[in-house]
């Protein structure tokens, strides 16, 4: 890895060349938004940590580990939480202004007009407003004074200390930092998690290229067996009084609430309008016509960059007692978001007479969010729910109001004016309905509804889980985590298990009876509107499913989550966004090939089973492109034939026959659907998931116009003259860490990691998606009580200088796996925290 003085050789070398730039758009080159470089980046260079700083919370120390984890410790809560801020504030100071500035649409003050589309969406879509209405719940809450004092911290490291060496180059100063900023950092994980305009694609793609191309390659259900509530698991639930409820079904797959969908709702032409409301519209305007606010390619096209990630998912898993080699539950855990320099996650350690935990949160939140106490360990993967719905509306010709309910209705509506560097400032008019925010694009028009866009209470749920003492507790708090939508999966010291899938989970109805939500709503008949819901206010729960109902499992024998399908039968909707189902089929085949052997397992097995590389989708195909290959009259794939007959299906860096299969596969969904899609208009962003890929019938539509096994030979020829051309030996040469980048990657390159061989693919538990920069962006594997290890996909440390940048970056990339125990550690603190005018 870099060292030091390399880096300080490299920083000589750009501050003698002039270079810069910042990297937030792959298709603009921002040279100029730079400052002219200066002595300032060799102040950068020297960052150091004071021995003390002034509180006027109350002292405090932190101590830092040999992996830059700071360990927090003091007699009061705030004095601690002062200090959490000001370490994360030394560490990752730019990474969260950026953030911020992010959802806050403030980019484009940085970097000019090639950020206007993105701070448009986010401003249009007022996370900050929503961020201010849950502080201000948080604020009356037990967490309120903390998140306050945390942002004392954070404030004392931009007024007194050497900024990074990111706000040099771009001759920029950050903020004082906020509580409502720390809100709208959960804000932002919580969209990227759950805000899905997939109803709107899907409307698009039924446009272009008929309902019965959506009914083929986009079902709602995928056809596995392998949920995660699987008829195997045995586990009691909640009753309707929420105690505990032993025998209410043979099987936690039957005694919970289930998974499948509602039925599939009409298109949005016959879903009814505004005219079959019960009382009658009143006349139109003065001309008396209005105009529909239609949703099309150009909406749906600007939508679509600011959804989730593709591929973001995660792995989570437990096992009792029961099955473990200590008799204490095992927890392991890797959530597969963004990949990035430096991680998305930061690791400390806050030791209070009431609080010891140790785990992971994001840069500009307080609260460990996955991690473990003295009690027990919690973690959490996607559940892919649908909490997000589009409306179309009546809307009068001059744009100033809508129909809703029989009547006309003025938008509420506020003007912001976005700042631009090196360019005239924006001025944009954010409309508001009764659902929440209005989208608008070339005259094209939605309106959303989102779960995040109401008061949240998630902050104090985290609050509490960190104090937790025993399952009873955590239950009780995991009431209030109502964002995002998360499989929680939880052990304690005491050895009880749970699953609880968080969050609020929408209820629809259309003329009385519950509908999905996978469609876009007459918003002027207000149809499928969510009961209680408050955009930008404070909300009930009566328009949610009831927490009792939700799905979940008390003290499950073994359970594992891959964003799979819930369960087979739900009793509520909870959605259609899963994900394949390769990763949980695997995990639970592992799972249970041990435990039926009478096997037990221990942290070692769980370690060993994240870094699991089976990928089956080349079981599912591999013999039937071999068996294409023996079909075919041609001796030029012979040695290809023989590679892939004698591949394990292992993405491993050193794998010929995984390299094949990768560079394979992606020309062969390329071949199957591409002439079509691109006539369509459609890009690949829109072909269906890997398991629709792999699971086509040979009958299928998509085969008319040749053969499937004449498909697959095409794709085999793409794919040997890409390898050929680019000089690609095995796996890792083109699986690299090559799209892990800074913000600043193009015009400053140095700041990345390093580009190395690495294993997995996007249907390996050991996940890794070289196209998306999306892998395991924290792996822990914990005993509560006993032995907990975890690592990063870098270091902790956002500061190019620091040892502590990228340490953990090779161990992470080769599987391996550091110490997360809960010592203080000896010796004289770092940093001393002393009261203010005692220094």
């Known amino acids: 890895m870099t060292n030091d003085t390399t880096r300080r050789t490299v ?414 400032n924006r001025t944009l008019t954010l409309r508001k309905t009764v659902h929440g925010p209005v989208l608008e694009r070339e005259g094209q028009t939605v309106g959303v509804a989102w779960t995040g866009h109401t008061a949240t209470r998630t902050t104090e749920a985290i609050y509490e889980f960190e104090r937790s003492d025993g399952l009873d507790e955590v239950l009780e708090s995991t009431r209030k985590f109502d964002l995002p939508t998360q499989n929680l999966v939880y052990a304690d010291a005491d050895g009880r298990t749970m699953y609880y899938a968080t969050g609020k989970l929408p209820i629809r109805e259309v003329d009385g009876e519950p509908v999905s939500g996978n469609r876009i709503f007459d918003g002027s008949a207000g149809e499928g509107e969510w009961e209680g819901f408050t955009p930008f206010g404070e909300s009930s729960w009566d328009g949610f499913v009831p927490f009792e109902e939700k799905p979940h499992a008390i003290e499950p024998d073994v359970l594992a989550t891959a964003n799979q399908r819930v369960a087979d039968d739900p009793e509520h909707y909870v959605g259609v966004a899963y994900a394949a189902p390769y990763r949980g089929e695997r995990i639970y085949d592992r799972l249970d090939e041990q435990l039926e052997g009478g096997e037990p397992t221990d942290p070692d097995f769980h370690r060993e089973l994240q870094n699991d590389t089976y990928d089956g989708r080349a079981e599912q195909l591999v013999p039937d492109l071999l068996d294409a290959l023996a079909a075919s009259e041609t001796d030029e794939f012979d040695d290809t034939a023989d590679t892939l007959a004698d591949w394990d299906y292992r993405m491993n860096r050193d794998s010929r026959g995984a390299l094949v299969f990768a560079r394979w596969f992606d020309h062969y969904r390329h071949q199957l659907f591409e002439t079509e899609f691109e006539d369509a208009g459609l890009d690949e962003s829109y072909y269906p998931n890997d398991w629709i890929v792999a699971t086509l019938p040979e009958d299928g539509e998509v085969f008319d116009d040749r053969s499937k096994a004449e498909a697959m030979l095409g794709a085999l020829e793409d794919a040997h003259s890409e390898i050929d051309a680019e000089g690609w030996e095995t796996y890792g040469d083109w699986n690299s860490t090559r799209t892990i980048e800074h913000p600043f990657a193009v015009e400053a390159p140095f700041l990345d990691y390093e580009t190395a061989p690495t294993d997995g693919s996007r249907a390996t538990v050991k996940n890794y998606r070289v196209e998306s920069a999306v892998g395991a962006s924290w792996r822990m594997v914990v005993e509560p009580g006993g032995d907990a290890t975890a690592i990063l996909p870098g270091g902790n440390s956002g500061d190019y200088f620091s040892p502590h940048y990228d340490d953990q970056f090779d161990q992470w990339r080769n599987g391996e796996q550091k110490p997360m125990d809960r010592t203080t550690g000896d010796g004289e603190p770092d940093v001393s925290f002393v009261v203010e005018g005692d220094k």
Request: aromatic letters at 8%; charged letters at 25%; one cysteine or more.
């Open 11 to 424: 920083l000589a070398g750009v501050l003698a060349a002039g270079v810069g730039g910042l990297a937030l758009t792959d298709a603009h080159d921002l040279l100029d938004q730079f400052a002219p470089l200066s002595g300032d980046a060799w102040d950068a260079a020297d960052r150091t940590l004071p021995e003390t700083v002034e509180s006027s919370h109350g002292e405090a120390s932190i101590r830092y580990d040999e992996f830059g984890v700071p360990t927090i410790s003091a007699d009061g809560e705030e004095a601690a939480y002062f200090a959490v801020g000001y370490a994360q504030a030394f560490d990752r100071l730019f990474q969260f202004d950026l953030q911020r500035r992010v959802m806050r649409g403030q980019v484009s003050e940085l970097v000019g007009e090639v950020m206007l589309d993105d701070d448009e969406f986010h401003v249009a879509m007022d996370f900050a407003g929503a961020a201010e209405a849950t502080w201000e719940h948080v604020a009356d809450t037990p967490a309120g004074p903390l998140v306050e004092a945390y942002a004392d911290g954070v404030n004392a490291v931009i007024e007194d200390e050497q900024l990074p060496l990111e706000f040099e180059l771009l001759g920029a100063e950050p903020e004082p930092w906020t509580p409502v900023d720390s809100m709208l950092m959960e804000k932002q994980i919580s969209w990227d998690l759950t805000g899905n305009f997939g109803e709107l694609r899907e409307a698009l793609i039924a446009e272009r290229l008929g309902d019965d191309v959506v009914a083929e390659l986009y079902p709602d259900r995928l056809d596995h067996d392998v949920p995660i509530l699987r008829d195997e698991i045995e586990a009691d639930r909640l009753n309707e009084n929420g105690e505990e409820d032993a025998g209410n079904g043979e099987s936690a797959g039957i005694g919970t609430v289930s998974t499948a969908t509602a039925p599939r709702s009409e298109s949005a032409e016959s879903a009814g309008s505004a005219g079959s409301a019960s009382d009658p519209l009143p006349e139109d305007g003065e001309n008396g016509t209005t105009t529909t606010a239609n949703i099309g390619p150009a909406l749906t096209g600007w939508l679509s960059q600011f959804e989730s990630p593709p591929g973001v998912g995660s792995n989570s898993w437990v096992v009792s007692g029961d099955h473990t080699e200590s008799g204490l539950p095992i927890v392991a855990y890797d959530p597969h978001l963004t990949l990035m320099t430096p991680p998305l996650w930061y690791e400390q350690h806050v030791e209070t007479p009431t609080t010891s935990v140790r785990g992971a949160t994001f840069p500009g939140v307080p609260f460990v969010i996955t991690g473990a106490n003295d009690s027990g360990t919690w973690s959490f993967t996607n559940v892919g729910a649908d909490v997000l719905d589009c409306y179309e509306y009546d809307i009068d010709e001059d744009g100033e109001r809508y129909r809703y309910r029989g009547e006309w209705r003025e938008f509420d509506t506020e003007e912001r004016e976005i700042a631009v560097a090196s360019g005239e």
